[in-house]
């Protein structure tokens, strides 16, 4: 398994405004992802980030939303830019390591609430 | 990727065995099915993952038929703190990216 954190564990932002979500991994991990929850909901992939590369985003996010940084094997950055209150939302990272089959670990989630 | 159903809710008894049957009619050959299960206010955790029979550990069997077209999670005498939402989730495996696509999950509500 992998040990992840993220940090902060929840934030009460004002509109217009910007949040860095950090992710950190106890090992190096090839692949990293970072997911949104909304409130009820299921999780939905917002882009994989890529190591020394742009993160690949899905359908429906931009990076000039959500701007994703990964300087090493073991750290990760999300950036929820300009933030209105439908990004109220759980922000989870998770992490992949390769070697037989493949299994993601997920963080704890960043609850972000956007008044 | 293969797009998984499963059925909304379950209602359970504490004690009882839970089966949650999840549908992948459009798996591919190098698919494995993996089943998640999440706490509020949690990430969701790994539960265990198979790609054909049977695989069993310690805290759940998963029974996947020949054709691979569904897939059954087992929870033996489930406990109220077994009250979770369970994914279900096909996705490939082999060292592909192995993007997860998350379906509505099974919300399991165990009485006591």
């Known amino acids: 398994s992998a040990v992840i954190s993220q940090k902060p564990s929840r934030d009460i932002c004002q509109r217009g405004t910007s949040l860095t979500i950090q992710c950190q991994v106890d090992?190096?991990?090839?692949?990293m992802f970072w997911y949104r929850q909304q409130p009820g909901q299921s999780l939905t992939l917002i882009a994989t980030?890529?190591?020394?590369?742009?993160?690949?985003?899905e359908s429906g996010f931009v990076i000039d939303k959500f701007p994703i940084s990964r300087p090493n094997l073991t750290f990760s950055t999300l950036t929820v830019s300009n933030m209105s209150p439908e990004d109220s939302s759980i922000y989870l990272c998770?992490?992949?390591?390769?070697?037989?089959?493949?299994?993601?670990?997920f963080g704890p989630g960043t609850r972000l609430l956007v008044l | 990727l293969a797009k998984t159903t499963q059925p909304i809710s379950m209602d359970s008894y504490e004690g009882q065995e839970v089966n949650i049957t999840c549908s992948h009619n459009?798996?591919?050959?190098?698919?494995?099915i993996t089943w998640y299960q999440q706490f509020p206010s949690q990430g969701p955790r790994f539960i265990i993952q198979?790609?054909?029979t049977k695989v069993t550990n310690e805290v759940a069997s998963l029974f996947i038929p020949a054709d691979r077209k569904s897939s059954t999670l087992s929870l033996p005498r489930v406990s109220l703190s077994d009250t979770a939402v369970y994914y279900c989730l096909v996705a490939q495996g082999g060292g592909a990216t192995n993007k997860l696509i998350f379906g509505t999950g099974t919300l399991l509500a165990v009485q006591p």
């Open positions: 198979g790609y054909k």
């Open positions: 090992s190096q991990v090839t692949m």
């Open positions: 459009n798996i591919a050959t190098n698919d494995y």
């Open positions: 980030a890529n190591q020394g590369s742009e993160a690949t985003y």
């Open positions: 998770s992490v992949e390591r390769t070697g037989g089959q493949e299994t993601q670990y």
